[in-house]
């Protein structure tokens, strides 16, 4: 768990331009009052991500995202019992004490940046590594092969 996923920015070094544009992104498709309420959600989700990512994906994502958003994501442990998007979502509400349906739409959100930053083609690798519920949470349609 991040400890500083509340702390508002001005207690925060200074970001760099990707970062902030990263999140006046996540400020704008969350509909966010403020930038520091999607700094809120930006890092409580990437926490979360980096507890769930493992591998090349892990690597491949912190490499696109700006150095802020990476190191958020890296310095997490990853589980050993990967959740599911809902589990996930769960997850992420218990440990901050807000609703399921405001931390559904903190993930989307912060997902949504994630996946422009990262493009469709680690975006697909990423998913195919998570377990199921993710592709909503990444705004994009879950298929499931034909048995």
Sequence with gaps: MISDARVPLEHHPSYGTAYEQMLEKVRYEGAYPTRERADEAVRLVLAGLGRQ????????????????????????VPDTRPLTGWAFVKDLATRTGASPAT?????????????AHAGPDLTTRILRQLPTG?????????????A
């Design 53 to 76: 990512l493992t591998g090349d994906e892990r690597v491949d994502l912190a490499a696109c995202l700006p150095l802020e958003a990476a190191r958020i994501l890296t310095t997490q």
């Design 103 to 115: 931390t559904r739409w903190d993930t989307g959100s912060v997902f949504s940046a994630v996946a």
């Design 134 to 146: 993710y592709a909503l949470l990444f705004g994009r349609a879950e298929l499931t092969p034909a």
